[in-house]
């Protein structure tokens, strides 16, 4: 054994500490070992998580990368702290550094950390959907991206709104889009010399001129809805496709309007009177 040894060049290393050298070595070599296949079953499950999302229409691609590459993170530091381990660190006390360490950057990023909480919920529970129209975080506008921090919305003129998940998540959220029909409601005002007879058939027939106007979940619904101070109003209630509503709405007020006129129906308005004083 020493001839060997002196023909390494370690003759002057006794038994005791060749086996050191032994130890480390093998320590080291269990640590690589350890280390290449932690870091590959890492990258293996956060691919494996992200699947999932890519693999069923019903479940969102952004929600299932964030649990992807969080999974991967954390079989990353699981994968550190046992190599840490067979070097004879104590794990345990950098588990503790690790845990206040965690807790102090998260007070620091709270506002952070409760957009991605909120995002979280938002694609989980899905109020809705990119390209629906919404009044949320107290704005209104169509979706266009739905993140883990932030909800973009595009007003109608075309101006994009970058809303916190947070201020989405934290009040109540209008989805103008979640349903597939609209009622229209309007509200038309006739004097009280016109006859109501002849200003409600000025009414159906404008709702019977519109194609756009269905007859399901309801038949249209008109009445005399109150006896105003200058004028006797009555309520129009139709059903249209919810993409219809807008258009539907603005013809239906022109329609009525030159209906009107050519009917004879008179729509009051406020009128002031002066009274000189002899």
Not at 51 to 60: E, P, Q, S, V
Not at 61 to 86: K, M
Not at 98 to 106: E, K, M, R, S, V
């Amino acid at each position: 054994m020493n001839e060997f040894l002196n023909s390494l060049g370690l003759g002057e290393l006794d038994l005791g500490e060749l086996g050191w050298l032994v130890d480390y070595a093998l320590n080291v070599l269990g640590a690589l070992v350890i280390l290449i296949a932690g870091l590959m079953i890492a990258a293996r499950l956060g691919r494996m998580v992200q699947r999932i999302g890519t693999r069923h229409a019903h479940l969102d691609e952004t929600l299932f990368g964030f649990l992807g590459a969080l999974t991967r993170w954390l079989a990353t530091a699981l994968t550190v702290i046992v190599v840490l381990g067979q070097f004879g660190v104590e794990t345990t006390s950098l588990i503790a550094l690790l845990g206040a360490a965690g807790l102090a950057i998260g007070l620091a990023l709270q506002g952070t950390l409760s957009n991605l909480a909120a995002g979280v919920m938002i694609l989980i529970f899905r109020p809705f959907n990119v390209g629906d129209f919404v009044s949320a975080g107290g704005h209104d506008g169509t979706v266009e991206r739905v993140g883990l921090f932030t909800v973009d919305l595009v007003t109608p003129d075309n101006v994009l709104i970058i809303v916190p998940n947070s201020d989405v998540w934290a009040g109540a959220v209008t989805n103008f889009s979640a349903k597939s029909e609209r009622r229209v409601d309007l509200v038309f005002g006739v004097s009280y010399a016109t006859d109501l007879k002849l200003a409600e058939k000025v009414l159906r027939e404008a709702i019977a001129s519109d194609a756009r106007i269905l007859s399901n979940p309801a038949e249209p619904f008109i009445a005399v809805s109150n006896l105003g101070d200058s004028s006797v109003d009555f309520t129009m209630r139709v059903w249209c496709k919810a993409g219809d509503y807008w258009a539907l709405k603005f013809a239906l007020l022109r329609d009525v309007k030159e209906r009107f006129d050519a009917a004879g129906v008179d729509i009051p308005f406020p009128t002031t009177t002066i009274v000189k004083s002899a």
